[in-house]
């Protein structure tokens, strides 16, 4: 059984561009959240997508948004990327979608906006 | 609206001194709350969670936390410290049953001395 896998670990962007960061959810795992990890800081939600659907949304601005795919896999694609977007990018997957569900992360994706 | 607060960013204990990471919750309904560490370069493990049932929770690594819902606290404990409990520790709640957004704490640090 293998855990959750993440690409690129890291990624240099300059601001304004776009970036697409993608995750691999463990086996048998529906559901799957992205969370921004700022430096210093504790993880913030993004959003959750449950059976290829968005099934909840922290307080991102739209510029953020998600794809899952059949297979379960995930991406967060950032558009117009602004320097306060620098940070470790986490993806969690688990069985369902309620909170009794064990999440189980990835290792990251740091992203560096110049 | 949910929210977490660790007290003190950091922590320095000997090798074999008493562990003890504070947390305290703010939830408008039964929660659920957990306690995750995180290792340099890698995603957050599970160290232990509390969903209502025994209030003192034990969790791996022989770490154990104690929920006092008149404290609103869930202070994460270890008897004796060890030099791989190095890490990164975060306390996070979601609302209850049917909860699905977790909401991390700032995080504290622990040092260990040898």
């Not at chain 1, 795992?29 to 959003?47: C, D, E, K, R």
């Amino acid at each position: 059984e293998t855990g959750v896998t993440q690409s690129p670990t890291h990624l240099i962007k300059t601001r304004g561009q776009q970036v697409t960061l993608r995750c691999s959810s463990q086996s048998g795992h529906n559901t799957v959240s992205w969370y921004q990890q700022a430096l210093g800081q504790g993880p913030q939600f993004i959003f959750q997508y449950y059976r290829e659907e968005e099934n909840g949304r922290g307080n991102f601005p739209p510029r953020f948004s998600g794809l899952q795919f059949p297979n379960y896999s995930s991406e967060l694609n950032v558009n117009a990327l602004e320097l306060d977007d620098s940070a470790l990018y986490l993806c969690a997957s688990s069985s369902g979608p309620d909170s009794y569900n064990e999440q189980f992360f990835g290792p990251g994706t740091r992203l560096t906006v110049l | 609206a949910q929210s977490v607060t660790q007290l003190g960013s950091h922590v320095s204990v000997s090798e074999g001194a008493l562990v003890l990471l504070r947390c305290n919750y703010s939830s408008s309904v039964p929660p659920y709350l957990f306690w995750y560490v995180q290792y340099p370069n890698q995603g957050l493990q599970l160290l232990l969670k509390y969903t209502s049932a025994a209030t003192l929770v034990k969790g791996i690594n022989g770490f154990e936390a104690e929920f006092k819902k008149s404290e609103t606290s869930f202070h994460l404990t270890k008897p004796s410290a060890h030099l791989s409990d190095a890490a990164e520790y975060f306390c996070a709640v979601i609302s209850g049953t049917g909860g699905f957004k977790t909401i991390f704490g700032a995080g504290t640090r622990l040092f260990v001395k040898a």
